[in-house]
């Protein structure tokens, strides 16, 4: 199932690092934007450019300070759940109503 970011909406992000044997990491936030930009890399082949994007997060659950903002590559991401996709997926409502109490506080 595809999920369509909407800004200030609360999300559970699935991430890992390109290339990592890391187990993946869930982060919950509210997506705020994503920044598309360019990289010039500097390599044994030379000089070239690299299309790049950065997912900009916010009242994220590990940040004590809920203004903080928290960035990390789009090419991270491995998947991403809303409420909806939460609900739908599960059998026992129990996890997903945790999320509304927990989501009220934030």
């Known amino acids: 199932m595809e999920t369509k970011l909407i800004e200030n909406c609360r999300y559970t992000f699935y991430v890992q690092a ?3 044997d ?26 070239y450019n690299k299309n790049a994007a950065t997912l900009l997060l916010y009242s994220v659950d590990t940040e004590l300070d809920k203004n903080t903002v928290y ?8 998947k991403v759940e809303n409420l909806e996709n ?3 997926s599960s059998h026992s409502l129990i996890p997903s109503d945790i999320l509304l109490v927990i989501d009220e506080y934030l």
């Open 22 to 47: 890391k187990p993946i990491k869930s982060i919950r936030a509210n997506f705020k934007h994503i920044h598309h930009h360019t990289h010039t890399i500097n390599d044994v082949n030379g000089t």
């Open 71 to 78: 960035s990390l590559p789009f090419e991270w991401i491995v």
């Open 86 to 88: 939460i609900l739908s």
């Open 18 to 20: 390109t290339g990592s």
